[in-house]
């Protein structure tokens, strides 16, 4: 066999894919399958088409149209019976479908846009900031909204304008302190991972999240060198820069000599909870990557184990859960934060048919497959309505967005909203719990 | 090689749309296999939504000679689905739109497409149950089901697909459109189509629509684990049990290959030197089982178990149950490909049966669990290997060939419930002589005058062997 095969067969997991003993457990757990009916487009049908590749039976590019459609979701993990490792089977096909590029002019201007200017610079971020804080300050986003210019926007990022967040001014973000001192007696010091998405357009969200730890008992640092996590990177092949970033975030964080590095966004926490399978084959880091990952948590779980709040605040709501994917079923974080909202007094929770299905959010995957995603965020819409709650409390900014979009799309924007969970236990007034004597 | 023009594609074209027909390889690969082995490359992938839309396709392919395969959700484990000549596959798992109950009737009517955990589901809306449970029940479909009357372990107390099929409305290969039996329990009118088409593996028309019969749901459940030093104390116990007047709803036995795998895998505190588990669920009146478990754990105690334990919640028996639940993923852990069979024999030969498989896993030297259904003979011989390791592979066909022999010669049958296929089909000879196999080809000439149904399942090919290898 010639070289080039056999290094296409390593870099496809073609091994990994024997693990799949093709009984379709996966079907029903997998969102393209039911919104698109037909096998290509399911965990079954891509596993089998990388299969196809690496043998050389098919080409590279007859895999690309399935493999860019699939949210890379991973419910398909959790249920399958065989323990297959279809993220590992992904990020390998998205990387050589990377290496054999022929995209679309428009797909790669906005990917280098995305990949190479917007995520792993904070500086950039900052400026989208600044650009968003200007833009609603000044009003200019009501006279763009109304005369329709931002329609013409590409990609249709008008849509998403239209759901973005209140965000915080410049000044405020530039002054965010570095380190809060536990509200009570500290139990713990950890890191925040302030991540770029959250910290550019939910910032007063990630000031809530760093507000609760400390109510709760934690001592919070917030390291300034830290980075992107680089889940954005490695979903779409982009390993090396992945890479890249994962090692600049596992040096920051050494240095301060933390008992958890927290996140309060799913996608990140299970990039970062990965860095240990991403850089399994360099050996001066798979050591220090397996520390950090060891590490890392979800500010849900961290609050539970603090056990240090109680809320002053009734919520009186009628409340339903939308569960971050990465957070499910990678990170398999699923009873914390039903027990955090259900602590909280006055809801009443009411659980969505299939909560723990994508939204089709999925990292940038409604900005690049705008409508295979609408398709699955009506569905999803469908069932939030049948719970007939008021507010719908995620765990992921993606997912907030595209709850938020969809919101507006059922044209539900007077009877509900959708809220981190985070921001949600801020407004039930938690106070540090005084321990028991 | 193609069988299919440009013009039979734009043909379909014109009865589908251009999104139900798939004509591009990535879709044509997806649909070219199933759970068992082998990949055929079909033609064109249809995914109809009407017996209409049925009786069209299966005009021009029975005028052109164009071979059909129906599919559901393709979980068969035999190669049913396969299509094996190229043509066209008839995806009908996306034809879900009925599922009707009627409960005055005691009767559901439902489309091929739908998945048959949802009949279950929707029945017990109604205080009623649909008992057919293969354990793929929440992904295969209703049709394929029928196709290949399919079981699962509430078979012991319920019975299988065929058992619950009263009525079905099909498309023959010449594209007309019948229907057989009705929504009444009692039908005496002529041969009786219905059981003939059920099992029958898409080898005699397409199914587009089933009346199902329902029965009332059973209010409680009650579960014990049974752990036995050896494994002829569990055959004589199940015999006593299955003879006392109980009637379990399920009767499931794995054995210490199983045990230890489950061990390794998820550690349970399953002991790891018995040399088999029994699990036994009753289902009824809850003031009545509440006296058969009792009953059931004291026979077995009797017998000559080593230990008795009797769940005392549902969230007990859930976990005794995880037992059985964790074979499948812990079996594969050490090598990928798993051979599943269900050769199946009377139930007193059962510890017979396990005696040979003992020898048959001696003398091949392949990996060899045993799992499933002891109460109703319907054994699950799982062979794990690994199927890039060909000469690995030789030795589990001939493994495979020795389990079939073993269970014809004790009385029983190559397959319970996953279908004859393509797997399958080199031995069928052997359980139903030459004459068998005459009756049954001439009665699928009548209906298949053109051989363009599901080619090459169920009969045998002169010269093909059974093959796990890819070639």
């Known amino acids: ?104 002019k428009k797909q790669q201007v906005t990917e280098d846009f995305i990949f190479n200017g917007l995520f792993p610079s904070r500086k950039w971020m900052n400026a989208i900031g600044n650009a968003t804080w200007f833009y609603q300050k000044t009003g200019l986003q009501a006279i763009a909204r109304k005369s329709g210019m931002t329609a013409m926007a590409p990609l249709h990022l008008d849509k998403f304008e239209a759901v973005l967040p209140k965000v915080a001014s410049p000044f405020e973000r530039r002054n965010s302190p570095r380190l809060v001192k536990a509200k009570r007696n500290p139990k713990m010091r950890v890191g925040f991972v302030s991540g770029c998405v959250m910290d550019s357009m939910f910032h007063q969200t990630n000031k809530n999240t760093i507000e609760l730890l400390s109510r709760a008992g934690a ?113 398999k974080v699923t009873s914390e934060p039903l027990a955090l909202l259900e602590g909280i007094p006055g809801i009443t929770y009411r659980e969505m048919a299939g909560y723990d299905r994508c939204c089709g959010s999925a990292g940038i995957y409604n900005i690049v497959n705008y409508e295979d995603s609408m398709e699955i965020l009506d569905v999803k819409m469908e069932k939030t309505r049948r719970t ?47 321990p028991r004597k | ?28 690969l997806s649909y070219s296999f199933d759970a068992s082995f082998g990949t055929y490359m079909p033609d064109a992938v249809v995914q109809p939504r009407s017996t209409e839309e049925v009786a069209k396709v299966m005009k021009l392919a029975n005028r052109e000679g164009i071979p059909v395969y129906p599919r559901g959700q393709s979980t068969s484990l035999s190669g049913g689905p396969l299509p094996v000549n190229g043509g066209i596959v008839l995806d009908c798992s996306q034809w879900n739109d009925k599922l009707e109950i009627r409960p005055e009737d005691m009767i559901a009517v439902v489309s091929p497409g739908i998945l048959t955990a949802r009949i279950d589901e929707e029945a017990e809306k109604w205080g009623l149950m649909y008992p057919p449970d293969p354990s793929s029940s929440h992904v295969s479909t209703i049709g394929g089901n029928l196709a290949e009357n399919s079981g699962g372990p509430r078979g012991l107390k319920y019975g299988v697909t065929k058992d619950y099929c009263i009525g079905l409305e099909i498309v023959t290969p010449e594209g007309h459109v019948m229907r057989t039996g009705g929504r009444t329990i009692k039908n005496v009118t002529g041969y009786d189509l219905t059981k003939l088409i059920i099992g029958s593996e898409g080898t005699l028309c397409v199914i587009t629509e089933a009346t199902l019969k329902l029965v009332p749901r059973p209010k409680a459940y009650r579960t014990a684990m049974i752990i036995f030093d050896d494994l002829v104390t569990s055959g004589q116990a199940i015999t006593k049990v299955l003879t006392s007047g109980i009637l379990p709803s399920k009767l499931e036995l794995m054995d210490q290959a199983c045990i230890l795998a489950v061990e390794e895998y998820k550690p349970l505190g399953l002991p790891v030197t018995a040399e088999a588990i029994v699990l036994i669920e009753l289902d009824g009146h809850p003031k009545a089982i509440e006296e058969e478990i009792e009953k059931v754990a004291f026979i077995c105690r009797e017998a000559g178990a080593h230990s008795v334990n009797v769940a005392g919640s549902s969230e007990e028996a859930a976990k005794l149950w995880q037992a059985r639940k964790l074979v499948s993923p812990a079996i594969v852990r050490k090598k990928p490909t798993k051979v599943s069979e269900d050769a199946t024999v009377p139930r007193s030969k059962i510890p017979e049966m396990f005696q040979r498989l003992k020898e048959i896993r001696d003398r091949f030297h392949v990996d060899l669990v045993v799992f499933g259904h002891a109460g109703d003979g319907n054994l699950h011989p799982n062979i794990i290997c690994d199927k890039r390791d060909l000469e690995e592979m030789d030795r589990v066909e001939q493994a495979v060939e020795e389990i079939f022999k073993a269970a014809i010669e004790l009385g029983g049958t190559l397959s319970g419930e996953h279908g004859i296929g393509t797997m399958k089909a080199p031995f069928m000879e052997m359980e139903v002589g030459p004459i068998g196999i005459d009756m049954m080809k001439r009665m699928k000439n009548a209906w298949d005058p053109n051989q363009i149904m599901n080619p090459g399942k169920i009969f045998p090919e002169p010269g093909k062997k059974l093959v796990l290898r890819d070639e």
Request: net charge negative; charged share 30%; hydrophobic share 35%.
């Open chain 1, 388 to 434: 007939k709650a008021d507010t719908i409390v995620t765990t992921n900014p993606g997912c907030l967005l595209q709850m938020k979009l969809g919101i507006q799309r059922a044209g539900l924007e007077k009877e509900v909203r959708a809220v981190h969970l985070v921001d949600f236990l801020m407004e039930a007034d938690p106070q540090p719990k005084e």
């Open chain 1, 219 to 331: 001592e919070v640092v917030i390291p300034k060198a830290q980075t992107c996590c680089g889940a954005l990177h490695a979903h779409t092949g982009k390993l090396e820069e992945a890479r890249q970033l994962a090692k600049q975030n596992i040096e920051v964080f050494e240095k301060e000599n933390v008992n958890y590095i927290v996140n309060n966004a799913g996608g990140c926490g299970a990039m970062l909870f990965e860095y240990d399978h991403l850089l399994k084959d360099e050996p001066d880091w798979n050591r220090r990557a397996e520390q950090f990952s060891k590490k890392s948590r979800d500010v849900t779980v961290v609050l539970t184990e603090l056990d240090g709040l109680e809320f002053r605040h009734s919520m009186n709501e009628r409340v339903t859960y939308q569960s971050s994917c990465h957070m499910t079923h990678v990170q």
């Open chain 2, 1 to 28: 090689m193609k069988v299919m023009t440009s013009a039979h594609e734009q043909e379909l074209q014109a009865i589908f749309g251009e999104n139900r027909v798939l004509l591009e390889e990535s879709d044509r």
């Open chain 1, 1 to 104: 066999m010639s070289e080039a095969a056999n290094r296409l067969k390593k870099q496809l997991h073609y091994e990994k894919t024997f693990d799949c003993v093709q009984c379709g457990y996966c079907l029903p757990a997998c969102p393209t399958y039911e919104t698109m009916g037909k096998e290509t487009h399911s965990p079954r049908g891509r596993i089998n088409l990388v299969k196809m590749v690496a043998e050389g039976k098919s080409s590279v590019e007859n895999m690309r149209e399935p493999i860019e459609k699939c949210l890379g979701c991973r419910a398909c993990q959790t249920v399958c019976p065989t323990n297959v490792q279809y993220g590992e089977i992904l990020e390998g096909a998205k990387s050589v479908l990377e290496d054999h590029e022929k995209k679309t």
